[in-house]
């Protein structure tokens, strides 16, 4: 028994030299990274520094082609504005007349022009027209619409005035669109123009039925709804055909 333990503590004293050794080892290759580089932020390997690659355990160079600079996270690079990267250089970006760099390393045409292939056309702007927002395209001045290329002056009809978009036309107030004209809105006795002021609704306590508003008898114990063209039973009775009778399964 005696043995056997001496042998177990015997073997505990040759092994931990060696596992001392293997630790600090462990620590040194950590410890220790390859030239041009540097251990990371929590100590759990390496990374190279900025304007290095990492190639097989160790940090070569960057080449930076002409016209070019490191990008942001200091391992890749990018083309100096004005150029754009071309199997593996950096070629400058040719400008045709009446063009400008846009931010994507490309370029667009100037207000007036429209891109075409590799140049910047001008916008043929007919009378009556202008160049709109995007500035490539041109739209017809209000009181014109357009057809093909070119802006004609809308025809207005008798009480017609030009829409909000001022490339259509809408009828005054009391009067309804129809084909090219401007009828006017019949509304028959007991009716008015509704808000749009191109239909007619009945007045409270009528219904609309073909061009007509009729009036509707209301029975005892009923009322008229709140839209004025239905009408309801008072509470405590319930509706019986055209009746109002007691509800007695309020009871």
Not at 32 to 39: E, F, L, T
Not at 74 to 94: H, L, P, S
Not at 161 to 168: E, F, I, P
Request: proline letters at 6%; one cysteine or more.
């Amino acid at each position: 028994m005696r043995t056997g333990w001496r042998r177990f503590l015997i073997g505990l004293l040759v092994l931990a030299p060696c596992t001392d050794v293997a630790a600090a080892q462990g620590v040194a290759e950590r410890a220790a990274p390859p030239p041009n580089a540097h251990m990371t932020r929590y100590g759990s390997g390496w990374e190279c520094d900025r304007g290095y690659r990492s190639d097989q355990g160790s940090c070569v160079s960057i080449d930076l082609p002409q016209n070019a600079y490191l990008g942001a996270t200091g391992r890749g690079w990018e083309c100096n504005r004005g150029y754009r990267k071309v199997d593996g250089a950096c070629v400058q970006i040719e400008l045709p007349p009446h063009a400008f760099l846009s931010r994507e390393n490309d370029w667009a045409c100037e207000r007036g022009y429209r891109r075409t292939d590799q140049s910047c056309v001008a916008v043929a702007v007919p009378e009556n027209a202008y160049l709109d927002a995007s500035g490539d395209r041109w739209s017809c001045e209000r009181g014109f619409r357009r057809t093909d290329d070119s802006c004609i002056p809308l025809e207005l009809p008798p009480e017609g005035y030009v829409g909000r978009s001022g490339n259509n036309w809408e009828c005054d107030r009391g009067y309804q669109k129809r084909g090219g004209s401007c009828i006017a809105v019949e509304v028959p006795a007991n009716g008015y123009l509704d808000s749009s002021g191109r239909d007619w609704a009945c007045e409270r306590g009528f219904r609309r039925e073909d061009r007509s508003c009729l009036a509707f008898r209301v029975p005892a114990r009923g009322h008229l709804d709140y839209s004025g063209n239905r009408w309801t039973c008072d509470p405590g009775y319930r509706q019986q055909g055209v009746t109002c009778i007691e509800d007695k399964r309020l009871d």
